[in-house]
């Protein structure tokens, strides 16, 4: 099988060192020709080109570019690959590029690998990335079996953990437990700068330890990826904003009405489900 | 100099270990025999018992108990000792305890340790606990300044970093960094639980990664220590939720309305300026 892979980063990098270590044949497709000799000379793949015409002859063809760019690439590849080739990307939000995707491509599977590191780009690719972390594939009414269950196998043999969901229940659970804990992360740091007292924020600083650097940590880090998340997942991310500021609501409510109970219920709630969350 | 300690846990335990090889002679109370005798045993006190009375020749009082035990404490200990006695507690909240334990004594000083670990109780104790960690004084307008200066120079034994401040600015900088994301990761939790599709639930359970174990790892702690905070930290506690609730306020107007460049601004104002509060 010829597997293709558009965007030689960290993720498409790493995939292409799984998979020719299995025995598949990859082409790679990158914008920069650097990437491609870089990708070449650490065989991640067989063959690069700066040319989506490379992908032409590919099976199946992973689309690891940026969020905004896959569905541009996906209406690039259509007039280039047989309309039996299968198209899968590694977006991390997943309803609106199912949306355009499956209508751009009858054989388009989405998908998401949650593995990372904090480095980027094809210097930090490395094999086995994915193994043992969850990887979401996410077919809609219109997806064929056939498609799905190729883009499984591969999934398959990077040993990760598939889950086999919607694209609507996808973004959802991810604004949970990714996007959400990122807004209010951010929204942590932004309310110490707001503090009109800078004798109070510069004693906040110094006084800062382990609490505040974890809840901080995400809320912290790259700026456009922030913005990307919350372009692409805008509508489950502001509900999620939603639930989580009438949670607040309540906690404030009984704060200032001493309902400590109510308050100690919930944290012991809080600690005996955590644990459900930690794979 | 003789050095009372009432309450021996870890920090109690461990104030003594350091205080003791420094020459000090340390007296211990704990309200269970068994603290005593595993106290004396670790080289933690030199003598140590269940009756407050073994601290009438203390020169310096370290109170600490448990935050709602410490002006009872207090209270018991002002017919046992002189009025030259330095009495100072490590609560995590400062300004109720002050106001109530300046009244009871005049030569109280509060304070506050930022030191600890995942371990509680006279077990976990150990040397150069407090080394590097800040350690808060925050004297009212009536402490004496030879009272402040006595303590000032039993943190500095301890090679703690010296901190000193009012304690509505102790209490008010706390919060923004220590209780206020105690909240926000509480608050994490709890709506997740409260969503009501469980397939989604389950599959953030299986979803969740780094970003939802740090930004959850303070709200799913111990509880009773979140209520306590609470209790003791009410109002500044709400009125650093109040800030946070309106800067998420503003982050759902800015999702909402696609506003991606104010996303990316506060983004990227939170990446320059969380280096700040790690030390």
Redesign the interface.
Known sequence: MKVGIVGLGLIGGSLGLDLRSRGLEVLGVSRRRSVCEIARDRGAVDEASVDLALLQKADVIFICTPLSAIAPTVQQLIPLVSSNTILTDVGSVKQSIAATCSKLSPNFVGGHP?AGTAEQGIEAAQANLFAG??Y?LTPTETTPATALKVVEDLVGLLDA?L?I?SPA??D???A???H????????????????S?S???Q???????S??????????????L??AI??HN?LE??R??????Q???T??EE??G?N?DA??Q??????G??P????
């Not at 609490?211 to 456009?224: A, H, L």
């Not at 459900?276 to 794979?279: G, I, T, Y």
Request: glycine fraction near 6%.
């Open positions: 949650m972390a969850p979401v953990r889950y969901c229940r996808h959802r659970a991810v949970f437990i990714s959400l804990p990122l807004f209010a992360s951010a929204g942590l740091i932004q309310t110490c700068l707001r503090e007292d004798e109070v924020l004693l906040a600083q110094k006084l800062a330890s609490g505040f650097r974890d809840t901080s940590r995400i809320g912290g880090g790259n700026p456009e922030g913005v919350a372009r805008r991310l502001a999620s904003l939603r639930q989580y500021r949670v607040l609501d906690l404030i704060i200032e001493e400590w308050i100690e919930s944290l012991q709630e809080n600690q489900a955590r459900d969350f930690l794979n």
